[in-house]
């Protein structure tokens, strides 16, 4: 059985290209496989379940060396700041998370409704409360526009530094304010105009 | 072996150690290096407690003895399984099992939310690895499990406890030590949380999943947990309040409140500060939970034994615990302040409150009578017994009132519920609950807590049918779509309601298990073969007495043939196993014949090989099989909730495969164990009424069972017969109920052998602080109601909604779901 798993799993040793080209877990679990068909050599005559744990002691020990690297790598590969992405955005994430927040208000209180389970007077009240809430915080996350302005920007610096080219940009215009949308966007991100779908 | 896994241990604590303190240089200077550095140092550290856990599984394998914990907990003719299991048969080993859970679990939530929580991660990190060093430290300097025989090593083990030589007690422990070990990440969230100050909601929406999943683990042991006592212990229950069985329950309560009150921050950004005490208190219960069974504080028949060393090291990380956690949370305070308003009492929200009101105050007590004996011994010096009737009466009504709430906590709505709304939703289950209640009374059924338990369970099923059966036909209106369709889309658009719904369903059946416990019957009987005695509708008849032997241990088995109305019902054969290693005691082979209605429960007490005598107990237990359906139930539920959204994205799948499957595995191992193992009618032994309730309250001294003399599952014990015998001693002098417990308080020198503490002097404080902490925390919870809703009629802005704004509006909420 342990001779199977060896030769079936094991890639041809031989193409030095492709093993350089693996991952750094594969390697591991590479090593982890040649050891365990190592100590399965060693141990015959041993009963089968020891020799099954004595091979998953060897995988466990590949996986220690996988994690010690994981450990270290982090202190070569240079990593700029994330400070960047956290402050800014977080306050805007909060109304945003509000926003969705009332929204599913907005959606349980109609369900409720239609369950049966409020009043007409009751669903009209708060349901205008909600949708006042709701469209104060719209308006709140349009007031802090340039935002995706912002995360294109992030997007195409990061796309270059990857050496990818940014993807072609739809060429759709806000009609009303002139703010560049989406392909699929269906209301401007500026100033909330219905775009006409094509 | 021994020392490569003593070394690999001290390795662990280094690269424990080394996470926590890069984690937080990390984060204190932003360094994005240093924190994936610390990420994986944690992942090294599961992987070396992977590579220790097998080293230490391979040690029993090959049974290398000389290692004492090997040595201790297994022995060479042991089944393979069970020496696999050993690793956590024992304290040392079950520590270990404890940090390599932690790590595997640990490492699984770190991997899931490393990106989507950046900045709790380290954090994170940080929490977990300061638990996880001091449990490494524990093993290190006190509990090694790899510590070697100094001079010469036996040649073989004392072999594993024969009570833990049972397939659930296997399986149990995982379970129940996953639930914890799970509880363990919730808490690393709240604790990451309030060290950075990102009190938003987003540190809850990362640990709700995990809080689920350790809950249905922790339900599940809690489950496997009474499934074994009920099959091995051999007394014919389930629960008898033991305090390793009470320091599993605590965190369960806690939890379950936390998993309800998460909804109210989540829906109405109500009571953040109650949930993150709730997450630390929670992690405080299991902690406290393994302390108090694993230092000997408390008696126990799990308890490993008395360790006051052990007692201090423990002490001392939990009070370190509670402050740090609780001063964090002062500290963060004005973070914490949310808008809390209530509308009405007659809203979900209200419901909530009380559901946490009752929950917290099932641990208060739990926790209260648990360490009650301890606490008299400290102040009186008197050790007392609070045994199961204690609890029983105190938690009887709680469960109930919680069954109750169950029912009504789903039919009310969020913020507002009016009369008009209340009587068209109520109408149905109440009607329900009212003909059960009426139809149980015309049946002659006249315990009247079983029957407001199937009255109730009537009121719950009706509710939660209604909820699915109306959210059907307005989902089918909205869509257009049959009964059937709208229903799985009704459960897919909001799984964690009603999965949590199908939990709710799974609780009523444990209720309505539990509620079978008024109905059951037990006798004993001293049968010759061929002899045979009657309990209820069932003829048991003994035929033969059988004695086999397979090398590990020797089996006396009972044949035995259970008649019903004549016809015959069921071979079983209950038998009594003498294990080599553990010649003085033998353990109980209970026969059970498991059906929907009732279990006939067989136990052989003692034997008389010469004469084949043999003196078989017979337990009617009535509904016990629904608990265990109950627990299915409940993880099918848990499992509707957990699954991730794709698997309703497609059609072709409407119902919820893995759930589906996971709960009907869960079932075929409870139901596969359904088939029974084990002519004069003459009398069984009789006891009078008298008898019967003196017995219930006197405490048996065998030593180890820690149960009432009429339950203790060792019939042949010394000590219930010698106490069964003076109890019918004393009757025949005629001393009355309370001159008989009197005279054994006398006799055995203090008020111990009681199952309950009597109610004067300072045990008084044992039945009154219940109360009083009852009355304090419903004050308080209504104090908080009434000042959340005093406020001011929140006016609607004035400003009009501009058309085009509610059009944007309309179209996000179309695409809300």
């Not at chain 1, 399965?40 to 041993?46: A, H, K, L, T």
């Not at chain 2, 006016?795 to 059009?807: G, K, S, V, Y």
């Amino acid at each position: 059985m342990s001779s199977e798993t060896s030769t079936s799993k094991t890639p041809p040793a031989s193409d030095v290209h492709v093993v350089a080209a693996l991952p750094s877990w594969q390697l591991f679990a590479l090593a982890g496989l040649v050891g365990a068909t190592i100590v399965v050599f060693v141990s015959r005559g041993q009963s089968p379940a020891a020799i099954i744990l004595l091979s998953v002691v060897v995988f466990a020990a590949a996986a220690v060396g996988a994690a010690a690297l994981r450990t270290l790598v982090p202190f070569v590969r240079g990593y700029e700041g994330l400070s960047v992405s956290i402050v800014g955005g977080r306050a805007r994430a909060a109304i945003d998370r509000e926003k969705t927040l009332v929204l599913r208000s907005i959606k349980e209180l109609e369900f409720d409704y239609a369950m049966g389970k409020v009043s007409d007077q009751d669903f009209a009240e708060m349901g205008l409360r909600l949708r006042t809430r709701a469209a104060g915080l719209l308006r709140q996350l349009d007031a802090g526009a340039a935002y995706s302005t912002q995360i294109e920007q992030e997007l195409t610096r990061r796309l270059a530094e990857a050496g990818i080219a940014a993807a072609p940009r739809a060429d759709r215009f806000c009609t009303q304010c002139g703010t560049s949308a989406t392909a699929t966007a269906r209301f401007c991100g500026q100033c909330g105009h219905r775009l006409e779908t094509a | 072996m021994a020392s490569l896994g003593y070394y690999l241990l001290l390795a662990a604590f280094v690269v424990c150690a080394y996470a926590a303190a890069i984690s937080v240089a990390g984060a204190r200077r932003r360094s994005r290096a240093l924190i994936e550095s610390g990420i994986g140092a944690f992942y090294l550290l599961a992987a070396i407690m992977a590579v220790a856990s097998a080293v230490i599984v391979y040690s029993f394998v090959v049974g290398d003895y000389s290692i004492r914990y090997v040595q201790r907990y297994s022995d060479s003719v042991q089944p393979m399984f069970y020496k696999l299991t050993s690793y956590w048969g024992g304290l040392d080993g079950s520590i270990m099992f404890w940090v390599s859970l932690l790590s595997f679990f640990g490492s699984a939530a770190i991997y899931v939310n490393r990106e989507r929580h950046r900045e709790l991660i380290p954090y994170v990190v940080t929490v977990i690895s300061v638990v996880e060093m001091f449990f490494l430290f524990l093993m290190i300097v006190h509990n090694n499990p790899f510590q070697t025989y100094l001079t010469e090593s036996p040649t073989d083990g004392t072999g594993l406890n024969p009570l833990l030589q049972n397939f659930y007690m296997a399986i149990h422990p995982p379970t129940m030590y996953l639930g914890f070990v799970g509880l363990t990440i919730p808490y690393a969230f709240g604790m990451a949380a309030l060290i950075t100050g990102y009190l938003d909601d987003s540190w809850l929406r990362a640990v709700r999943r995990w809080t689920m999943i350790s809950w249905l683990f922790l339900s599940i042991g809690l489950g496997l947990g009474m499934i074994w006592a009920y099959e091995e212990l051999g007394w014919g229950g389930y629960w008898m309040w033991d305090p390793v069985e009470n320091a599993g329950l605590l965190p369960w309560f806690t939890a379950t409140a936390f998993l309800h009150s998460v909804m109210v921050q989540e829906r109405r950004g109500m009571l953040r500060v109650w949930n993150v005490a709730l997450v630390i208190t929670t992690f405080f219960l299991t902690i406290f939970g393994t302390f108090m069974t694993r230092s000997g504080v408390v008696q126990s028949v799990h308890a490993f034994g008395d360790d006051p060393e052990l007692a201090r090291l423990f002490t001392i990380f939990m009070v370190a615990t509670v402050v740090v956690s609780f001063g964090f949370v002062i500290y963060r305070l004005p973070l914490l302040r949310a808008r809390n308003e209530l509308d009405s009492w007659l809203s979900r929200e209200a419901a909530f409150l009380v559901n946490n009101w009752i929950l917290l105050f099932s641990a208060f007590f739990v926790l209260f009578a648990t360490m009650f004996p301890t606490l008299s011994e400290a102040v009186r010096g008197e050790r007392l017994t609070v045994g199961p009737p204690f609890f029983n009466q105190w938690m009887l009504p709680i469960g109930l009132t919680l069954l109750l709430l169950t029912g009504i906590g789903p039919l009310l709505a969020w913020r507002k519920s009016t009369v008009q709304n209340l009587r068209d939703s109520f109408l149905i289950p109440v009607t329900l609950g009212v003909v059960t209640a009426v139809a149980v009374a015309l049946l002659g059924v006249r315990v009247w807590t079983s029957g407001i338990c199937f009255a109730l369970s009537a009121f719950v099923v009706g509710t939660i049918g209604q909820e699915f059966w109306r959210g059907a036909r307005v989902r089918q209106r909205a869509t257009g779509t049959d009964v059937f369709t709208a229903l799985v889309g009704l459960v897919a658009r909001n799984k964690r309601r009603y999965g949590g719904y199908v939990v709710h369903l799974g609780m009523v059946l444990i209720f309505f298990g539990f509620a079978g416990e008024g109905f059951k019957q037990k006798e004993e009987a001293q049968l010759k073969p061929g002899q045979q005695v009657k309990v209820g509708s069932f003829v048991v008849r003994h035929d033969a007495l059988s004695i086999t032997d397979d090398g590990q241990k020797q089996m006396i088995t009972a044949h035995v043939t259970v008649l019903r109305d004549g016809k015959p019902f069921a071979e079983m054969y209950p038998a009594k196993w003498i294990f080599r290693k553990h010649e003085e005691s033998p353990t109980t082979e209970v026969a059970i014949n498991r059906g929907f209605a009732q279990d006939v429960y067989l136990v052989l007490a003692t034997f008389d090989a010469a004469t084949q005598t043999a003196s078989i107990a017979v337990d009617i237990n009535p509904l016990v099989n629904w608990v265990w359906m109950g627990f299915g139930l409940l993880a099918l539920g848990i499992g509707i909730a957990l699954l991730p959204d794709a698997v309703f994205s497609f059609a072709t799948a409407p119902l919820p495969a893995n759930a589906a499957t996971t709960a009907l595995i869960f079932l075929a191992v409870v139901l596969s164990q359904g088939v029974a193992l084990a002519q004069d009618t003459i009398p069984a032994i009789f006891r009078s009424p008298l008898e019967r309730q003196v017995a219930g309250e006197i405490m048996c001294n065998c030593g180890g069972c820690r149960l009432s003399v009429s339950d203790c599952g060792m019939m042949n014990c010394h000590g219930k017969s010698g106490q069964m015998g003076k109890i019918q001693q004393y009757i025949a002098e005629g001393k009355d109920h309370d001159a008989i417990l009197a005279t054994f308080v006398r006799e055995h020198g203090g008020y111990d052998v009681l199952m309950q503490p009597p109610n004067r002097g300072f045990n008084r404080v044992a039945w009154l602080l219940p109360y009083v902490v009852a009355v304090v925390a419903l004050l308080g919870v209504a104090f908080t109601a009434r000042r959340w809703s005093r406020h001011e009629a929140a006016a609607p802005d004035a400003a009009p909604i501009d058309r085009e704004l509610d059009a944007r509006l309309e179209d996000e909420l179309r695409n809300l779901d």
